[in-house]
């Protein structure tokens, strides 16, 4: 399966953006998908994830109450809508499919990646 990741881009810190990404095929359609990002310099972290029917959803303390993560399963796609931006959370951000669970695992789980999106927030 691919994940094709887009919707990043520059903004200025309070601002929000939305990440979208489009699956290749169904494969995914009844596992966990989420968010991961990476900063320069930092080791990758998880965001935000959701089991594949949207009834377990969690986000790293960083971003609780200003990202939410959604779903569209006719659309067959993952989005990540974020608001009240600062300038912390420039990154790349990827999309993840968990490859064997209808969950989403933060960590230790086998994963399907996509291509990451930039994400930058200016002061």
């Known amino acids: 399966v691919q994940l094709q990741a887009s919707g990043g881009g520059l903004v200025q810190a309070g601002g929000s953006l939305r990440l979208s990404c489009a699956a290749s095929?169904?494969?995914?359609?009844?596992?966990?998908m989420g968010w991961f990002r990476q900063a320069p310099g930092k080791e990758r972290e998880f965001v935000a994830g959701?089991?594949?029917?949207?009834?377990?959803?969690y986000y790293a303390d960083t971003v609780k109450g200003r990202f939410t993560i959604s779903r569209d399963v006719a659309e067959n796609t993952l989005y990540l809508q974020m608001n009240n931006l600062k300038p912390e959370d420039t990154a790349v951000y990827y999309c993840?499919?968990?490859?064997?669970?209808?969950?989403?695992?933060?960590?230790?789980?086998?994963?399907?990646w996509g291509k990451g999106t930039q994400v930058t927030v200016s002061n």
């Open positions: 993840v499919a968990d490859a064997s669970s209808p969950y989403f695992r933060a960590s230790g789980g086998r994963y399907y």
């Open positions: 095929d169904r494969t995914v359609s009844n596992n966990g």
């Open positions: 959701r089991s594949w029917n949207g009834g377990t959803i």
